[in-house]
């Protein structure tokens, strides 16, 4: 499972890649075409790792910088709000991480 998890992750970066380069190019439909796949293949990566607690969060950390990072480029293509949205996402993410970190501490020390 952990190989095919990894092979997932690789095409995720390639993918997230492709829509950060259309979004510096300010090529605005490609970015927003690849706004989904990226995201489809974050929440399929949460799918497939949902009963190993460990491979979940951070992968659902992942989901959450891509959801902030795809709603500051909808945001500054589309010109919408963001910041409030985009920040929950950063900051769940960032709170998932402290919580993984935390339990692999936890489960050394025991």
Same mark, same amino acid.
């Given at each position: 499972m952990v190989k095919e998890i990894r092979n997932l992750e690789? +095409? &995720? +970066?390639? &993918?997230w890649i492709i829509k950060d380069s259309?979004?510096?190019m300010d090529w605005k439909v490609t970015a927003t075409i690849m706004?989904? %796949?990226v995201l489809i293949m974050a929440i399929f990566i949460c799918f497939k790792t949902r009963k190993d607690v460990l491979f979940l969060i %951070?992968?659902?950390a992942v989901l959450c910088w891509l959801s902030a990072n795809s709603l500051w480029m909808l945001g500054e293509f589309y010109e919408f709000k963001y910041l409030v949205m985009a920040l929950f996402f950063f900051i769940t993410g960032a709170l998932l991480i402290f919580y993984y970190l935390f339990l692999i501490f936890r489960k050394k020390t025991i």
């Open positions: 690789s +095409i &995720l +970066i390639f &993918l259309c979004w510096m706004f989904f %796949p %951070p992968n659902m």
